[in-house]
């Protein structure tokens, strides 16, 4: 059986890479030939030098370190990843468009949507399984995630029809299973993300730091409600007064770390794993994060700033039972790290999570 992957691979964001890997080793497991899509909608051949400085909104000034740090740093950050992918994937023919896909479409037996974010509402109808042609196989979805509780209003009616001729259709999360629901009528099944199906460690690649303990902050959104500085100085309390190694993915979301004792602007995601694997105490607002956090049990606190990554953070908080480690202020983290990080309840919610995932997918292939 020949299966292909459809999801964001080719997004440099270090969930995004190890989820898509993790799906294509679970399907190697369960004795399929996986191949990741290369599928990557094209994009203008040419764009103003100006575009995305926020000129226009009068967010030059502020945006301009973030833009010095993406022209220093984004080209080797953008290699890192593109040499994992190369490593690691089992990449189909490259896709620009739907006409692309299809004609790629009858080689395989079955495809499968996810995991991550690749459900908004707003994407290609290709991550809906959708290529505007005939296919004979089957369409799968394993935990996509619709990404935010607000859609956009567009198009309703031929995502419906969509997801309608998906076989065997699940989500990742709670707020996407109502979403899809509500959309269609249907009842997908909630599934784990792959970076809990298959142990990854052999990808870890280490990173040289001019010290052993260390504090690893990883965030993507904005600041948290009280301060970076004000939650880094509760968790030295908790750790003892360690460095802060910050890792800033310098081609997906450029930004300064003054907090940080040192920075790394160019990891790839083997680095990222093992950064995250060696830490004393990982600070992030990152989902992937915390999942690799509670897979190499590392103490973690991840926390949200802004409403539309809440969500995902929140039902993972209450699904596995971390809500003791999910904070929306530093007068929260203050209060919460005071508490004892025991993860023996989360681990076995994990563990039976996990069965059920690996059955319903296992049962997809029949």
């Known amino acids: 059986m020949k299966i292909a992957i459809i999801t964001y691979h080719a997004s440099n964001n270090y969930g995004a890479a190890l989820q898509c890997l993790a799906l294509q080793r679970q399907l190697t497991q369960l004795g399929v030939t996986a191949e990741v899509l290369d599928y990557q909608p094209r994009k203008p051949d040419y764009l103003p030098f100006w575009k995305g400085w926020g000129i226009r909104k009068g967010l030059f000034l502020k945006n301009l370190p973030k833009r010095l740090i993406k022209i220093k740093y984004g080209t080797k950050s953008e290699e890192s990843f593109e040499k994992f ?4 994937f089992n990449r189909s023919k490259y896709c620009s468009n739907k006409k692309e896909v299809a004609s790629l479409a009858n080689q395989y037996d079955a ?3 996810g995991s991550d974010q690749v459900w908004y509402f707003a994407r290609e109808s290709v991550y809906f399984l959708d290529w505007g042609a005939p296919y004979a196989g089957k369409r799968i979805s394993y935990a996509p995630c619709c990404g935010m509780i607000n859609q956009p209003e567009l198009n309703r009616e031929d995502l419906k029809k969509w997801i309608l001729q998906i076989d065997h259709l699940s989500t990742r999360n709670q707020f996407s299973y109502d979403l899809i629901h509500d959309l269609t009528g249907l009842t997908p099944k909630i599934v784990a993300d792959p970076t809990l199906l298959i142990d ?3 990808v870890a690649q280490k990173v040289t730091l001019p010290f052993s303990d260390y504090i690893l902050m990883y965030t993507l959104g904005e600041e948290i409600n009280g301060g970076h500085l004000s939650v880094i100085e509760s968790i030295r309390k908790k750790v003892g ?5 910050a890792v800033v993915p310098a081609s ?3 930004h300064l770390a003054p907090w940080a004792d040192h920075v ?11 950064l995250i694997q060696n830490a004393t105490f990982v600070y992030t607002d990152s989902f992937h994060a915390v999942l690799f956090s509670i897979n190499n049990n590392r103490p973690f606190l991840t926390y949200y700033a802004e409403e539309w990554r809440a969500p995902r953070l929140v039902d993972l908080a209450k699904r596995y039972q971390i809500q003791e480690r999910v904070v929306g202020s530093s007068k929260e983290a203050s209060e919460k790290l005071s508490h004892p990080f025991d993860l023996s ?3 076995k919610l994990i563990l039976s999570h996990v069965k059920q995932s690996k059955s319903f997918l296992q049962s997809t292939l029949k």
């Open 85 to 88: 992918r190369i490593q690691y």
């Open 345 to 347: 309840t989360t681990k």
């Open 252 to 254: 997906h979301k450029p």
């Open 241 to 245: 007064n360690l460095p802060v190694v």
């Open 264 to 274: 790394i602007y160019t990891a790839g995601p083997s680095e990222w794993l093992w």
């Open 200 to 202: 990854l460690s052999d």
């Open 111 to 113: 495809f499968i949507a």
